[in-house]
Each structure stands twice: as C-alpha cells, then as structure tokens.
C-alpha cells in the first residue's frame, strides 16, 4: 500500500469516528434544546392564561360591585343629577298670648344660596369647582360676598347659604344677576319678626339655621325649641329635570308645604312688659346684684302668667344672624344673659323653705300649734351658738309666729331636736321635700330645667349644723324659683298644686291641667300654716304688704327668704320673695328671686308687691268695663 493512503488511512480513521461521535452528541443536544423550548414556552402561556383569566374575573367582580351590589346608590345619585328637587319652605307656626295679641309674626324674606351640584364639573378622581367660582365673581359685582371663604366650603352636593334676611327692595336689583347663574338659587323663607325681643327671650327663643348643612331652620331656646316639630310645618318641594349641562328642561308637580301650628301661651303681655321693667330696674339699681327672676302663676290651674329674667337679650339679632361682637358681649356679661333663673338656676331658698319643714313638724306629731319655745337669739352646744337671724331673740314663739317673724331657733330645735324637745330629722325631712317635689322636675314645657338638691345626710360626713342649716333651707338645700312658685301655689290653691306651664293652646286644642301633688296634709295643720302666711304679710317680714288689705279689701300672704351664700370669700345674700292674693281665693302667686341681691324684706318683697298691685289695678279696672280679661279657672 502507499504509504501516503496509510498514513490518510490511519490517521483519518480516528477523526471520522471522532467526527461522527459529535454529530451524535450534536444530534442530542439539539434534540434537549427543542425540548426545554417547548417546556418554557408552555409555562409562559399557562402564566398569561392565568392572568388573563384573573383580569377577567376582576373585571366582572367589579362589574357586578358596581352594577348589582351598588346599584341602589349609584341609581340614586344619578338621579339626583338628572332630577333636582327645590324647597318650598313652609310658614311657620304663629305664637300669641293668652288674650290673642301677636308675640311673634312670620315675615318672608329673600334667602341666596348656591347649589354646588348645578356648577361642579366631576372628573374620575377628583372634582372642579372652577365653574362654581365663575357664578360668584358675576354675583359679587351686585352683592358683597366671600368668594374665597364660600369656596373653601365646596364639597359634592353642598348646598351654601350665601346671603339671608333680604327684603323685596334689597333683592330686585340684582334680580336678572340671580336668574342667570345656574348655581345660584333665590329662596323665600317666611323668617320670624319678635314684637317682645327682650322682655320675652327666655320664653320664646328664636329660630335660627341648623348648625348641620340639612337646609333646615329650627327653634334654639323657649318654646321655640320645645314647640319644634308642632311650630315648624312639613317643608314642600318641586322637581326639575336637568340635562348633563345643568340647563333645564322641564319642571314637574311636587308637594304642597303644610304650615306649622299656632299655639297660644298662658302668657299676660302686658304684665310681662310691667314685670320685666320693674325687675331690669331693680337688678340696676341694687349694689352687687347679678340678675334676677319674676315668676306670676295662676295657683288654680299652673299657667305662667310672666315669667321674666333679667339680664335678658334681644332674639330678633339671633333670628337675623347676630355680629360676633355682640355675641361675645353677651357671653362675657357676667350677668349671663343666655340663663332663664327661673328653671334653670338652683339656689339655696332660705326660709321660703320653712313651709315645708312646717309641714313636717306638725304631720309627724313632732310639734303641735300651741307648743313653743323661748328663743333668745341662738341655741348653744357644747361651746358653739348657732345664731337666730335677729341676734337677741324673738322670745315666745310657736309655729304660727315663727313664720311671722322667720324665726330660725324654732326650726332649728323642731328639726334637730334639743333639750327636752324632740326633732324631725334630715331623714323625714327629705322625705317631706319629696313629697314637695323637690329635687324633682315640675316639668314645666321650657328647656333647661333643673331639679335643684335635697340632702338626706348620707351624702358626707353630717353633722348637727348641717341639720340646723337644712331646717331654714340653706347649706346644701337647693331650689329653683319655679319650685318656689309651685309650692307656695299648693297653698294658695288649698293644697293641690297643678303642674305649671306655658301654652295653653295648640291650635285652639286646650291643654287639661295636671296636679302634681296634693292633700298632704290634714286640714287643721294645713290651716296653720297657711294663716301663717297671712301673718307674714299682716304684720310680720313682709312689710311692703302690711297695708295690702286697707288699698284692695281682701288679705294676701306669702313668705319672705334670705339665704346666705358664699361669694370669693365673702358672704353675701339672695332676696326671695313668694306670695299670693286673694287669700281666700288664691288667684295670683308671685315669686321674686335676686342673685346676690340683697333682702327677702328689704328687696324682693317690695317688688313683688308692685307686681301685685299691677295685677289687681288692670283687673279691676277691666271688670268694670266687662272685658273677657278675667282670669277663669279652667276645669
């Protein structure tokens, strides 16, 4: 062989093996490749499969949220921008007193407001306004308003009180300017026109706008509130279609408003005004005295004929929309002029309190008519004096002199016991203030009122002061003028008190009287005390009455009080002063209280009296003339 075909032979031989066997592992790696491809390109089709499948089912959850789960709302505020409903406010109720004159009348007055869903402009995640913007620049070159303050309040479905109280003249000026602005409507609201803006406050309260954005007008204080839903009426309203520019394309029927009712008040105008001066006089004119209340009730059925408090404050300003300068004058008179004292104000009684420690003494056998005790100005324990208010005494004295003179030592032995006399204790004598429905709510139809205090002495540590302070109504004895009034009517009415209130009437519905308590006594101790208050006023502490009976002919009685209180330190006095006349009849109770003011004898007393008088001299003076004045008793 050639040697060169061997050594092709030999040498090549290997490399073709070698060669082939590459194409072999070649072959297989191919083959892997192909195989991981197919692998991988699969997974990813099952991942996209998946989140594509995700996407969809996201999308019909989220369908099914909005068009099955939320379809109610939704339905709702697409309405709302296609249907839009205006209000027609309704006239509310009127008030008058108990002989027909007007106390407060409804006057129509022009309202602007501005409807922010007439001008917003929605986008998917965010709002504009700009267009709410534009309708107050073109309004503010007629009216002066707030831009930037009215549009930091925008927010969806806001409707914004721009301009109140503007009369026919103020308005048609600017007329066509309203007219033209889409957000901008003009609303009539019968709005409220107090005849007695001062004298009356504490009862009639005001109406003002709610403090919540509801488009809603409603009483604040008096009976006002507390007459809301009957004064108020039932708002109307029609409906306007509007397409998706805001401009309107038809108007349909809607409801008709209904007019709130009116209500009379057992209320006398003219012996309000007589009593309001005469109290705003008084608190005036006496050194270091806070306030005051006068209260005049008819014993024979519980009607408030006044009820006046002073200071007081004008409810027309508030009905008007009051300046911050004169709010924050009023509640920074330290006379607060915003407190009815006559429900609202809890105050130790004094010795107008005795009438209820009387009772007790004599219905619990503690004490008859005739037993007595010799006071010489103070009763003495262990080294200690607890003083009479007249410091030498008043020498004999039974039950019926006691309250003549307010004398203290007799209710402090009948209460506390000493000596050899026996007492009622604080425990009966809580009991018999229940009874006299103190601590207890007359539930008089005005807001605020308190229920005062009655200690039964388990409330701290007691001791034998505390008793004797209870006894004449002070330390921890408290009570409303209210109150007060109540239980001097249980005598005056021959011992039934009749729950007190205002409004008689509504809609000339008759309100039946309610007693509140009764007959707690038995006759002959009732007795008692009751002509111990004609002593009072006869010749005793009350000695503005001393010649009632010569002026009038016929016996008053009543029951002064001087409580003692407290104040940075000092001691000072309340003036109290409760009464009624005829004494036979008991047809008026009055009830004067002056915070810090002085006397029961020396302050309340005398204007009591004059109150008193007033009543009688119209009374009388329109009997004689056959007017349809007179109080009658209603059954």
Known sequence: MDLQKFLEIEIYKPLKSVKRNFKVIDSLIKKDSEAL????????????????????????LRIFYLQVIKFSEYKNLSERNYLRGSVIYPSRGLILDRNGNFLVKNVPYFFIYQNVDKCLIRFANSNNFDKCIEDLQVLSKSIEIDIKKISESYFPGRIILIKKNLNKNQITPFLTDINSLKSIDLVVVPTRDYLYEESMSHILGYVSESSNFDDKYEGKDGVELYYNEVLSGTKGFTQKKYDSQNELLDTFSGVSPISGKNIKLSIDTNLQEFAYEKLK?????????????????????????????????????????????????LINNPGKPFFNRAVSGAYPPGSVFKLVTAAGILEEGIANPKDSIFDRGYIEIKNYRYHNWKRDGHGEVDITRAMKVSNDTYFYTYTAGFEDKKGLGVPKLYD???????????????????KGFMPDGTGKVWYLGDTFITAIGQGDVLSTPLQASVLMSYFANNQKAFKPYIVSEIDDKIRKNQILYSDLMTWSNFEIVKNSLKEVNKSGTAFPFHNFNNRWGFESAGKTGTSEFLKKGVMKTHAWYSGFAPYDTGEIVVTVFLEDGGGGSTDAA?????????????KISVDKKKSPFKIETKN
């Open 37 to 60: 491809f197919d692998s991988k390109f699969s997974s990813y089709v099952n991942l996209f499969s998946i989140v594509f499948l995700l996407f969809i089912l996201i999308i019909f």
């Open 281 to 329: 006089n008084k608190v005036q004119n006496t050194k270091d005295s806070t306030g005051g209340t006068v209260i005049v009730q008819d014993p024979r059925s519980g009607e408030i004929l006044a009820l006046v408090n002073y200071p007081s404050y004008s409810i027309q300003k508030f009905s008007d929309g009051i300046s911050n300068e004169d709010y924050q004058e």
């Open 432 to 450: 018999w203030a229940n009874k006299f429905n103190f601590s207890k709510l007359t539930d008089i139809d005005l807001p605020g009122e308190v």
């Open 606 to 618: 005398p204007l009591a009296r004059e109150v008193m008088d007033f009543y009688f001299d119209r």
